[in-house]
């Protein structure tokens, strides 16, 4: 594998209907060269539909599909600069390690010594040398995953395409191999879309994140912008955890229904209309003493290296993450150290960092 | 207070005693009888189907190489080859077989290059009419037979096919297109589209992905199809006697002047030569190919 020239992908507002529903709806999208971009949603969210869209195994209703500015929308995937690395890994079961990464290379009519090396290379790149010559039943599924990673790569495709590439690897391995994935890409530089519906998994590999819902682009952002400022009440309750309020606001403090008022910094009066308010469960600060609107343990989960305190303030339940050495009585205060208000779905407060969206 | 206790105690003493006895009862008798009963039964119906499926063929056997054999012996009282050799001497029997070899192999053939396309499309495409074409495939067995061919006849006499091979070829097509179609489609079924997609992602066209991954992938089933195909067509009597007589006439057809001609040793010797290909093929089918091919053919949705 030579140096691979890395190349942008552009969405340019695809709309697709499959059964008579609309799937893909006036998506917007633009993965700059070498970039790893994760297509994070629920199922039926159309994140799938759309990297089939990318890979040609299906064709936009409307709008265009470019990569490195030219306009692939119609091609078939076999004459496409995409290679894709299917969630069920799609292996052909009657050839082997090796004929399985070299099959597109053959097509290419190249020579055979330099299908050999380049087959080897990437197996190499992988970690799977010494299973040059198994047949993919005799190779765990995490080596399969890697296979099918190497046959993808071998071909040095402008886009790589992963669909859940790791939904079928017990929740160990699928750490490590999307750590795995994420080092590899990062060393070829190529640019990726990875469709997933583990937020987990998108921030922990992804450069941005585009959430989807219904079709459209709900947020793209990079994870840390994603997490912080959840741009609608969609993408704050798909990635994290979060509670919601609706409350009215006032001068650093919110009101609840009830007429509880909570401290919360950075938030000022903007009317009397009651709005939505959301809180990061690590943004409540639980105190035994001292100010702080009164709460009442209801539940205290252990987490591993943190614990989670179900608590009622004023009628509203409040999801709260401390360190495992806080101890709770059945009384507390808390307050909110940051908050994000939303209107109508959307986010309206917080000073949002530029959100790149080209 | 203490008769109270005094009887509770008893009573729990009871209890205590009789309980191990009682759950030991429990647990050995009825299941153990049950058991036996089962493996009872099991040999019966085994010795049952033995006796059904072996039988006849024993008494093949003991028939093909009889001379004398009267009604109360158990067995027959001379033992003699005459029969294999009057076969093997009679110049139309020898034609026959010879017959037989040439029709089967093109009928499978031609089966299957009618057919395989169609249950290709059967198991990829969902087009109007899928379910019912498919089901309709079964209608050519469903009805006795002999009353198709002879409808059929009449069409071949204006077609001028009657006492051709082609004909006879098609006649004998008609039995295997169930196999045929149906085997094949379960065994494209079964192979994940995702399969195809990859071949196609790395530069396969559609021609290249059906030779290369499909077909490879779905070979045990289309083998299977092929087995049974041709076992159908060399077994086929009905509809070859009505076609192909006087010109071509194969082993089973032969069979009909074989019973009204010769002594029935005769027909027993020729009923085993008939039953050889078969044995060979199925042994074949068994060993190389899974046994949930089959069943899987018969459950399309």
């Known amino acids: ?358 | 207070m203490s008769a109270v206790e005094h009887q509770g105690t008893v009573l729990g003493e009871l209890r205590q005693a009789e309980l191990p006895v009682v759950a030991a009862n429990r647990r050995r008798g009825p299941a153990a009888v049950k058991n036996a009963s089962v493996k009872l039964l099991g040999a019966v119906v085994v010795t049952i189907l033995l006796v059904f499926m072996v039988g006849p063929l024993v008494w093949l056997m003991l028939r093909a190489f009889s001379g004398l054999w009267q009604f109360p012996q158990f067995l027959p009282s001379t033992w003699t080859v005459q029969w294999w050799r009057s076969v093997f001497d009679d110049k139309n029997l020898a034609h026959s077989i010879k017959l037989s070899f040439e029709f089967a192999p093109v009928v499978t053939i031609l089966s299957a290059v009618i057919c395989l396309p169609a249950a290709y499309a059967f198991s990829r495409f969902n087009f109007p009419g899928r379910r019912v074409l498919l089901i309709s495939l079964f209608a050519t067995n469903a009805f006795p037979k002999i009353g198709l061919y002879v409808s059929m006849a009449g069409v071949f006499y204006t077609l001028n096919l009657m006492g051709t091979f082609m004909g006879v070829v098609i006649v004998q097509l008609i039995g295997t297109i169930v196999f045929m179609t149906w085997i094949p489609t379960a065994a494209f079924s079964a192979i994940p589209r995702s399969l195809e997609e990859a071949a196609r992602d790395v530069g396969a066209g559609p021609l290249r992905v059906f030779f290369r991954v499909t077909f490879p992938l779905a070979a045990p089933g289309i083998l299977v199809a092929m087995i049974l195909s041709f076992l159908a067509a060399f077994d086929e009597a009905q509809g070859t006697f009505l076609v192909g007589i006087p010109n071509y006439i194969t082993m089973p057809t032969e069979m009909y002047t074989l019973v009204l001609n010769y002594p029935e040793q005769a027909a027993a010797v020729f009923s085993i030569l008939l039953a050889i290909p078969s044995v060979i093929l199925m042994s074949f089918a068994r060993r190389h190919v899974m046994g949930g091919r089959l069943a899987e053919g018969f459950q399309i949705r």
């Open chain 1, 1 to 358: 594998m030579t140096e691979l020239r890395p190349a942008g992908l552009l969405i340019d507002r695809v709309s697709k209907d499959l059964g008579g529903r609309r799937i893909v709806d006036d998506m917007q999208l633009e993965v700059h060269a070498g970039e790893l971009t994760c297509l994070l949603g629920p199922s039926g969210c159309g994140k799938t539909t759309t990297l089939r869209m990318i890979g040609g195994f299906l064709q936009p209703d409307a709008g265009r599909i470019l990569i490195d500015g030219a306009d692939v929308s119609f091609l078939a995937p076999e004459r496409r600069p995409t290679s894709m690395v299917f969630q069920n890994y799609a292996l052909w079961p009657h050839m082997t390690v090796f004929k399985n990464v070299a099959f597109g290379l053959k097509l290419r009519k190249l020579p055979k010594k330099e299908i050999r090396e380049r087959v080897e290379h990437v197996l190499e790149l992988v970690g799977l040398t010494h299973h040059i010559q198994s047949y993919p039943a005799r190779i765990s599924g995490g080596e399969q995953q890697r296979v099918a990673l190497a046959r993808a790569l071998v071909l040095e495709p402008k886009v790589l395409l992963l669909d859940e590439p790791l939904s079928n690897l017990d929740a160990k391995l699928r750490v490590r191999v999307r750590e795995d994935i994420r080092e590899i890409q990062q060393r070829i530089g190529i640019t990726t879309v990875f469709v997933t519906h583990d937020q987990d998994e998108a921030l922990s590999i992804s450069d941005r994140i585009a959430v989807m819902s219904g079709g459209k682009v709900e947020q793209y952002a990079d994870p840390r912008t994603l997490y912080r400022e959840p741009a609608t009440h969609f993408v704050a309750s798909f990635v994290g955890a979060m509670n919601f309020y609706r409350a009215t606001l006032h001068d650093n403090a919110i009101e609840l229904p009830d007429g509880t008022r909570i401290a919360c910094d950075g938030v000022s009066q903007n009317g009397a209309a009651p709005v939505e308010v959301g809180v990061r469960p690590e943004d409540v600060e639980v105190r035994t003493d001292g100010d702080g609107a009164e709460a009442t343990v209801v539940r205290e989960i252990p987490r591993g290296h943190y614990k989670e305190l179900v608590l009622t303030v004023g009628g509203d339940e409040v999801r709260a993450f401390v360190g495992t050495e806080v101890t709770s009585p059945e009384r507390l205060r808390v307050r909110f150290n940051r908050a994000v208000v939303y209107e109508g779905g959307s986010a309206v407060s917080e000073a949002k960092e530029p959100v790149a969206t080209a």
